[in-house]
Structure formats: C-alpha cells, structure tokens
C-alpha cells in the first residue's frame, strides 16, 4: 500500500512538474510575441510621425487625448527610434485603465 502511495505522489509530483514547464514555455512565447508586437507597433508609430528630413536625435510630439506623446529620432534618423509618453493626462490614464 504504500508503494502505491509513492508511486502515485511520485505521478502527481511528475504531472505537475511537466505541466508547470509548458505553463513557462507558453509564458515566454506569450512574451515573446508581446515583445514582437510592441516593437512593430513603435516603429509604425515612429515612421508615422517623423518627418522625411528628421534630423539624428530630433524629438517630435504629437497630442493624443491629453497626453504628449513624443519620438526620438536615432542616430540614422529613422531607424529604432524611441518613443514615449511626455506628458501623460488625466484622460489618457483613465483610457487606458479600462
């Protein structure tokens, strides 16, 4: 009797184990693809409000809502620029709580 209560802990034990590994190894894709995705979405946004002539570390804002959202232009210009929130408002932050 107790080697089947052994053996049974030592499957749930196993069970558990396996199922916690798929669990991480679809975390880290959900991740991955988050990554992915926020990196195309800020270099659409980028390009979207940088003008052709940007100039290397230029900084351009647009209002949405009521907060500043602004892009640094990189040292090529276009590329991997950064973009930020300069002045979050009120608004935005109740917006995006929902």
Do not use: F
């Amino acid at each position: 009797m107790a080697e089947d209560q052994a053996s049974m802990e030592g499957a749930r034990l196993i069970e558990r184990w396996e199922q916690s590994k798929k669990g991480l190894e679809r975390a880290k894709s959900a991740v991955n693809s988050a990554e992915c995705e926020l990196a195309n979405a800020t270099n659409a946004l980028a390009k979207w409000m940088l003008p052709e002539d940007v100039k290397p570390g230029e900084k351009i804002c647009v209002w949405h809502i009521d907060s500043l959202i602004q892009v640094e232009a990189s040292a090529d210009g276009r590329h991997d620029a950064v973009v930020t929130i300069r002045k979050r408002g009120r608004e935005y932050a109740l917006r995006r709580a929902c």
